[in-house]
């Protein structure tokens, strides 16, 4: 398992199997239809055009959703520190503090621990709260729309190296497999979980969510 105390990293491996993943799918979504129809090289150069325009599009719609959230969290912490310095109310403000806690966390620290997280909140000095975004949002920001973005081209790439049609599906889709395996292998490491059973079930859950989104003509 590894180091959960280590937060240089821009995003931790669930972040980055997430945009991976999502990444692969509408990829996918494409390559894969390909061996639905009889297409000619014109069409399926038109499909990864948009496989590419596609993943360019999600990926930054990913990126500016992540930055709303973080101004939305920001301004939520603010609420609530607020309401702790202002509030004479000593059960409530426990009650804002417990819940801003995580629960296994709240649970153990008890009464005394939430009493001296509040004296040490209701004693900091003034300073600007202002809900802002800082750069290491943007960067994370950025991050999440090139994992997206750059995620098509592995399964793209075959298409262009490779003249025959049924040869490089097999060739993008063995990479996706690899692609999706890699990331639950990641995953399994941050969190903990077996590393075979979780990269075997990151491919299923791959392949059904790929499965339903063309059949539903995504």
């Not at 090139?146 to 298409?159: E, K």
């Amino acid at each position: 398992m590894e180091d959960i105390t280590n937060s240089k990293r821009l995003l931790d491996p669930m972040d980055r199997a997430e945009g991976i993943l999502f990444g692969l799918i509408m990829a996918l979504s494409f390559t894969c239809s390909i061996s639905i129809a009889n297409t000619h090289r014109a069409e399926i150069r038109q499909l990864l055009v948009g496989a590419i325009s596609c993943n360019l599009a999600w990926g930054l719609v990913d990126a500016v959703m992540y930055l709303i959230g973080v101004l939305a969290q920001k301004n939520r912490n603010k609420v609530i520190f607020d309401a702790i310095q202002n509030s004479s109310e000593t059960d409530k403000v426990r009650k804002y503090i417990s819940d801003a806690l995580p629960p296994i966390v709240a649970s153990v620290i008890g009464t005394e621990g939430l009493e001296q997280i509040r004296n040490k909140l209701m004693n900091l000095p003034e300073v600007n709260r202002s809900v802002r975004l800082t750069g290491h949002d943007i960067k994370k920001a950025l991050a999440i729309f090139l994992l997206v973005f750059i995620s098509t081209f592995p399964v793209v790439v075959p298409f262009v190296l490779i003249h025959d049609t049924m040869v490089a599906l097999r060739f993008s889709n063995l990479v996706a497999i690899v692609m999706m395996f890699l990331c639950g292998w990641s995953v399994a490491k941050y969190v903990g979980f077996n590393k075979w059973k979780m990269s075997i079930s990151m491919i299923l859950i791959g392949i059904i969510l790929v499965a339903i989104t063309i059949a539903l003509g995504g």
